[in-house]
């Protein structure tokens, strides 16, 4: 009777295992994978004494305020240099462009490290020049850095809406009397204002999981207390206050996935011409923010290079964040490659892939906060390579993930179905068609992998094996210790690293997308 009924079991559910693709069961793993520290963090949070306390309401509230500023600032100068990129012919538009965005592409707590060496009293402008300026730390201090490297996320979301629009409704406000600057106003910014909330969404979250800029300006916010808890030995409480984190960061994810960007059919472009000394005026307009953003950090970095030399600066800390890179990198786009593939061939497939998101939305030093309790769990894997490399691969395996399935969908389907007329089997038809085709999202995802791993700096903090120092963490422990100088080759280090990041964004960028009016339109 048993046997029977096992027959008529394995006949039931054979069919259903053989349609189950080889891609959905190796992206099941992985997504559970990517879920697990979560499930980690609510088994440490639950030995918590306390869940909310009044402390917990000052970093809740420095937390929310840095958000806030940090998502207003970025709009305040993020829109109107969207709007000189765009409209307003300029020379050297590539260059301005590249330059405007660069922060972008830079670690924060660059920027952070050398604004609070160089004002105040005895910093660095202060050495040099005799000028004495007030400190930059505090709220104040963490909001102006967070402004300064988020700014491009409204920038070019607002860039890329406003090279949609139709200009005729503009010329229609100006025939019926309307100046310019009202007919922007009235306009042009209610028709992008959801490509503007949807960067300052991006800039408030980037505010929200950043650990570095807000302990070195002396806020305190909740990335901060978490790497204080654990310091203290407070493991449960650095859960709590994680998932106190990820609630406000589920609801920031949420309010960014109910912005939707729409696009207008293509018009007649807008551009302004104007005489060369109204576009030197509006050009200078834009140096303070370069000055601040990338010529101040490289600045008192050179300096401190001149100052100090190389002597003191072991390469083996390269090498090691190198070697780490190379590793998450290669196992991160091993991971995507059957996630982008499975999200493309069905519904269950793309619920795989937006679990692994999870890991990008969690901060790193959340992610390192249940990885650590893992570690303790399991001896053999506690402070070693392997764990630092699965923190680094679940925290940007989305980026691999994003490139990778960009690039499948974007592939001629009749390639495809032709070998398999041919008689392909469907592995086969991969490996020979498909996997070759999609090899540029495959090395353009391993490439922003690497390099976001390179700067990541709260993960490598609290998982790193002993003795294992990275750029990142070395910056880190030089301001720790406060020899400042030792910090140049480390930080130009990253300079270059970032460099190379932002090279491989614009690398994909269809620059002749928009297409300028001629100057005889006008």
């Not at 059919?265 to 011409?273: S, V």
């Not at 692994?356 to 990885?371: C, D, K, R, S, Y």
């Not at 495959?442 to 998982?463: C, D, S, Y």
Request: glycine share 8%.
């Amino acid at each position: 009777m048993f046997k029977t009924l096992f027959q008529a079991l394995k006949n039931t559910l054979n069919p259903c295992i053989k349609r189950w693709p080889l891609s959905y069961s190796l992206s099941l793993i992985i997504a559970s994978l990517a879920f697990f520290p979560v499930i980690i963090l609510f088994t440490l949070a639950s030995d918590s004494v306390q869940m909310f306390d009044a402390r917990n309401l000052d970093i809740l509230s420095n937390t929310l305020l840095l958000m806030l500023f940090t998502g207003g600032g970025a709009v305040i100068i993020g829109v109107p240099l969207a709007l000189l990129l765009t409209y307003v012919n300029i020379p050297w538009r590539r260059f301005w462009l590249i330059l405007l965005t660069a922060p972008l592409a830079l670690p924060s707590y660059l920027g952070a490290f050398t604004f609070y060496a160089a004002f105040g009293a005895g910093g660095e402008i202060e050495n040099m020049l005799g000028i004495t300026t007030p400190a930059v730390n505090g709220l104040f201090g963490s909001s102006l850095i967070m402004v300064l490297y988020t700014y491009p996320f409204v920038l070019l979301s607002t860039r890329s809406a406003l090279s949609s629009l139709d200009a005729s409704q503009v010329y229609a406000a100006r025939t019926l009397g309307m100046s310019l600057l009202p007919s922007i106003w009235f306009v042009v910014l209610p028709r992008i204002r959801n490509a503007i909330t949807g960067g300052a969404l991006l800039a408030a979250m980037y505010a929200l999981s950043d650990f570095g800029t807000p302990a070195i300006m002396g806020l305190n916010t909740f990335t901060s207390e978490i790497y204080v808890e654990y310091n203290a030995f407070g493991l449960s409480q650095a859960a709590m206050l994680s998932l106190q984190l990820l609630a406000v960061v589920a609801l920031m994810l949420y309010m960014e996935s109910k912005v939707n960007v729409s696009k207008e059919p293509p018009g007649r472009h807008l551009t302004f011409w104007p005489s060369p000394w109204q576009t030197k005026l509006l050009l200078l307009a834009t140096l303070p923010v370069v000055i601040f953003s990338i010529f101040l950090p490289l600045a008192v970095f050179s300096l401190w290079l001149w100052r100090e030399g190389v002597s003191s600066f072991d390469i083996q800390y390269a090498i090691n964040s190198g070697y780490a890179s190379l590793i998450a990198a290669v196992v991160a786009v091993i991971f995507a490659l059957p996630l982008a593939y499975a999200a493309t061939k069905g519904k269950a497939g793309r619920i795989m892939e937006r679990i692994t998101f999870i890991g990008f939305g969690i901060p790193g030093i959340v992610m390192g906060t249940a990885l650590v309790y893992t570690g303790l769990q399991l001896p053999f894997l506690y402070q070693t390579l392997g764990l630092l490399i699965l923190a680094y691969v679940l925290r940007f395996l989305p980026l691999a993930v994003g490139t990778i399935r960009s690039s499948t969908e974007s592939l001629d389907g009749a390639l495809v179905n032709a070998a398999r007329v041919l008689g392909a089997k469907p592995k086969e038809a991969y490996r020979r068609i498909t996997l070759p085709l999609t090899m540029r999202g495959v090395v353009a995802g391993a490439a922003l992998v690497f390099l976001e791993v390179m700067r990541e700096l709260p993960a490598t903090l609290l998982l790193g094996p002993i003795g294992f120092e990275t750029l990142s963490t070395y910056l880190w422990r030089v301001y720790e210790a406060g020899y400042f100088g030792r910090a140049a080759i480390p930080g130009l280090l990253l300079f270059f690293i970032s460099g190379l990041g932002l090279a491989i964004m614009f690398s994909t960028e269809r620059w002749g997308s928009v297409t300028l009016n001629e100057r005889s339109s006008r």
